[in-house]
Structure formats: C-alpha cells, structure tokens
C-alpha cells in the first residue's frame, strides 16, 4: 500500500476499526500456560469472513485439537517432523503432473508420485518473488509489513529484522530442532542470517543465482549475460571500477549463536559454474544428511531444504532432459534429487510422523523463457508479478494416515498461511505474537479433513509496496490507479478467463465496491499496525573469514552511506 493509497482512507472508517478489532483483544486461556493470551491479530478481512463462520469453525477447531493430540501420543508425546522443500521460480503446472511432463518434455515423475500420496493444494499463492515469498512463510507476515521489497542481488546492508519471530525461532521454542539448508534470501547482515533467526544449523547462500550462476565467465561465453565479464568487452569507457559486482561472499555455514564462515572460495579464486554445481551438490548431500542426524534424535525436527536448482544459466555438456533448456534439465535433475530425500524418510522409518510440504516460490523467470525451456504455461506472468502466472504455484503436503492420499483442494491457500498452521499441528500456536499483524490463516482444517475446509477467500497481491491486485473467490480485481474508479477497474473471473485478458465492465460494475471495502478493511489493520522497515547494518558482519576483495567491497559499500557522509 502507497502512502498516497493509505491517505485516501476516509477518516470515518475509523470508527469501523474499533467495531472490528474488539474481537481481538478478549483474552481466553491458552491450556499449556496459565497466562492470559490474546487472538492473534490477522488482518481484518479475515475476522470478516471469520465472524460468519465463527460457530462451526469453533466446533471444527475442538476435534482438530482431539485429532492432534491423539497423534501425538500415538508418537510417544512427540508433535510430527516437518520437512519443508521450496524451489524456485517454475510455473504452475511444471510439476507433479505426468501430462504436463510430456507437454513440457520435463520429467518429474518422483515429485508426480510425491502428489499421489497426499493433497494437492490446486490454489496456493505466494508472493511475486523469492525474497517476498520467502520472507512471507518465515514470519507468516505480507512482506510489506516489515519492509521487504524487490529481490536484491548484490550488497545491500539490510534484511529479515531481529524483531521477526520466525517459525525456526517458534518451533526451537516448543522443542523442535531446526535446520536450513540452500537458498536462503533475507538480506546480507547479520540479524538476517537463518542460523541468527531461529536455525540451529544453516548452510546457505548470502546472495542468489544471478551472482553464483549469471556473473560467470560461463554464462557470458553462452550469451546469456552481457558486459560483465572483462573478457566480454574492451572496458575502455568503464571509468567506475565498482559498478559491477564483485568479491561478493558466496555460500556460507553457521550455527546458532556462532559465526558464519564462507565455503569453497580462496581470496583470488574466480567463482565459476562448477563452483555453482559443487555447490548445489553440496546442498542436496547436506540435506540428506541433516535428515539422517535429525531422524536419529528424540526431538522433533523441522528441516527446511530449499534448493537453488532450477536456477542456472548454462548448459550441460549432454543434456538428459528431452525439452534440454538450462532451467528444464535442472528441475529434472532436482526431480531426481527429491526422489533420494524422500526415499531417505522411507528408510529412516519417519515417514508416518513427517509432515512434507513441496512446493515452488513464485512463477517461472520469465525473462528468460524459452531458452530456460520453462514457459508460460496456464497462467499468464511469471516472477516479479502480480499475474496468476506470477503467484500461483505447484503444492503438496503429504501426512500419511493423517492427509488423505490422493486428494486435492480447491481451496484458497497463501504460502504465509504455513507458518500459522505449522505453528499449529507443532504445538507452537502460543508462540505466535500477537503484536502484530499476521497475515498466515491457520489451515490446519484443510489438510485434515480435506478440501472445503480452507479458511481463507481472498488473497492481496503486491509488487513491493504496491497493492497490485485482490483476489477474492473467483474474482480477481486489478487495483486502478488513484483516481480511476473502481467500476472502471479491470475484474476478471479467474476460471473463465485464467489468463487474466479480458475484463469485464459488467463484473466491475457490481464488484468494484466490494473490492474497494476490502481495500478500505485492509488498510484499517495497516493504520493500526504501520508498516516497519527492514534492519539497516554493515554487510557481512558475523562471517568470520571474510577475503580481502569482499573486504575491500564492504569498505566501498560503506563509504557513500550517509552515516559516513
Ligand atoms: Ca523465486
């Protein structure tokens, strides 16, 4: 939300406000502590649509509660594992589904079996872009709220605040070990890193692939960067010697409460597209390893595997895919990767007491659509918008004996939505803050007595700070630009029109002001709760063997700072 759209809130609606936030300040006693709890504070569309299904949610959420309980003393007191697998940017319809493999010429069958066993969730959003997405599952919060935008490639001296409580840190609190492994995207300071948010062990990227992939002598010999590589060009005008990126820290490992140290470079050492592979392989080795420690302990665990594949920009010396595009062969290859993950649970006989959730952080990268030999495939848009393209994504959740194998849900779903519901089948409810605002619907009924049983119709939809479109039911509203009225907006219906071309007036006509009410209800929850920024700091701090090029970078970053001007 703009502060321009903030500004157009009629001061009346305030009154609305109080009417609509008394239901979240009456205490009830949470069982496990004696202390008064508040409701959490989710945005007041949600107690909107709560309040007229309050007496059957209620009756519903006291058997979830039995249901939960039963299962773990099934387990001997323990709540479930949670193995949670993200991958980045591939289009909705890419995988887990045998016909679309043939029309891709992608093979994913290990993930297509994944989907049989438990339920695919057919209408799960994120947020346009990695670090939003990401970001939204961590703190279960519209990034917005505490200050993430547009994904950031090199040093930016901010990221994920201290004062975010993410699902590690919730979890770690009810007694759960937790691990992260790949991708991570929160920001280069040392509050932002996993092992400082609540993982006990983390090994991950500072950055992403456009530096570990796209900013190598490979990818400028295969065409697909251009003018970064010295060799690519003369350099003969390059007056500023720092515009392009350099000495930036790659991977690095830390565990909780420790330093961070960088793997696999030497000061000097040119990063290259085997590094980007070493890496990758690493991640993957890392992973099933963590499962194997975890498995073996008495706590529950909750590992996060989040891969940097299909990312990569260059090809293979002999492709194995039949599409052969440098993102297609490595979705395959991660296909192949999953498979060894979950025939690890099998083998360690956790598979009963694991709850699996896969599922992508946004659309395809469409900018480089063809050659990647992902496309556009239902859906119009990839990464970076607000199109279906951009935020509708392959899921799944497996639970066996617990999810019902073979199903799928219709269901709205918001990838902040696991955070509350993670929170919930881990015990971990009371751990949520009731500070702020919390975006993340807890979903608990869905995955347990299947579809119809969501809690959530609606979704926002932002590029950065811009509110860029609702999607409520079937409908979606494109917001108008200020002044543009909202019968004059573009409304589409979602299943007659997926891929989002032809608005109809008729639509907007009568569903313009139910949209611009949702707006104003909305922007009630944000006039109580003001957005946050993001923490500032020093970048890299905490990473104890930094090399004297990435030293050299961080005294440049800082030296235009206006703390040092
Ligand atoms: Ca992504």
Redesign the pocket.
């Known amino acids: 939300m703009t502060k321009k759209q903030l500004e157009s809130v009629p001061l009346g609606l305030c009154a609305l406000a109080v009417g609509l936030f008394v239901s979240t300040v009456i205490p009830n006693f949470a069982s496990a502590q004696t202390k008064v709890q508040k409701k959490i504070v989710h945005d007041a569309e949600y107690y909107f649509v709560q309040k007229q299904h309050a007496k059957k949610w209620t009756a519903e959420d006291k058997k979830i509660d039995a249901k939960l309980a039963k299962l773990r003393k099934a387990n001997g007191g323990k709540p479930p594992n949670i193995l949670y697998i993200l991958i980045?940017?591939v289009s909705f319809g890419q995988m887990g589904n045998r016909t679309m493999n043939y029309v891709t010429g992608i093979d994913t069958s290990n993930i297509n079996k994944f989907a049989t066993q438990g339920m695919s969730l057919m209408r799960m959003y994120t947020e346009p872009?990695?670090t939003p997405?990401r970001a939204a599952m961590l703190t279960g919060r519209h990034p917005v709220r505490l200050g993430h935008e547009e994904?950031k490639v090199a040093l930016v001296g901010e990221g994920l605040p201290a004062s975010e409580v993410t699902i590690a840190e919730m979890l770690s609190e009810v007694g759960y070990r937790t691990v992260h492994i790949g991708k991570w995207h929160q920001g280069d300071i040392e509050a932002s890193f996993p092992h400082n948010q609540g993982f006990d062990f983390a090994a991950f990227p500072v950055h992403q692939q456009v530096q570990l992939s796209l900013m190598t002598p490979e990818a400028a010999d295969a065409n697909n960067l251009f003018g970064w590589h010295p060799k690519t060009q003369s350099n003969a005008f390059s007056l500023d010697k720092k515009f392009k990126p350099y000495g930036l820290v790659t991977g690095v490992e830390g565990r909780k409460g420790g330093k961070a140290r960088e793997i696999d470079l030497k000061s000097g050492e040119k990063w290259t597209q085997a590094h980007y592979e070493r890496m990758n392989e690493r991640y993957q080795r890392q992973a099933v390893e963590q499962l194997r420690s975890l498995a073996k302990q008495n706590k529950p665990f909750f590992l996060q595997y989040w891969p940097l594949y299909p990312?990569n920009f260059v090809h293979p010396k002999q492709s194995k895919s039949v599409n052969g595009g440098f993102h297609a062969e490595k979705l395959q290859q991660l296909d192949v990767w999953v498979g060894e993950l979950l025939k690890e649970v099998d083998k360690l006989g956790i598979a009963k007491n694991t709850l699996v959730v896969l599922m992508?952080?946004?659309g395809l990268?469409y900018h480089y659509g063809g050659p990647s030999g992902l496309s556009q495939l239902i859906y119009r848009g990839g990464?970076t918008n607000h199109l279906e393209g951009g935020v509708r994504v392959d899921a799944f959740a497996r639970w066996p004996g617990v999810i019902e194998a073979g199903s799928a849900a219709g269901d709205i779903i918001h990838v902040s939505d696991l955070f509350t519901t993670f929170a919930r089948i881990a015990g971990a409810t009371d751990q949520i803050p009731r500070d702020r605002v919390i975006d993340g619907i807890d979903q608990t009924a869905l995955l347990l007595k299947g579809e119809h049983h969501g809690r959530r119709d609606y979704v926002f939809i932002y590029e950065n700070e811009i509110l860029r479109s609702i999607v409520k039911q079937e409908f979606k509203m494109h917001v108008p630009a200020p002044g543009v009225p909202g019968a004059a907006a573009p409304v589409y219906n979602l299943y007659r029109d997926p891929r989002e071309e032809n608005p109809h007036v008729g639509m907007a006509l009568w569903s313009g002001a139910s949209f611009q009410d949702m707006i104003k209800r909305h922007q009630i929850t944000i006039k109580k709760y003001p957005h946050k920024p993001l923490d500032k700091g020093r970048p890299y701090e905490g990473i104890e063997n930094l090399r004297p090029e990435t030293k050299e970078i961080v005294e440049t970053f800082m030296s235009w700072q206006p703390s040092a001007q």
């Open positions: 980045d940017d872009s990695c997405t994904v990312l992508a952080d946004n990268m990464k």
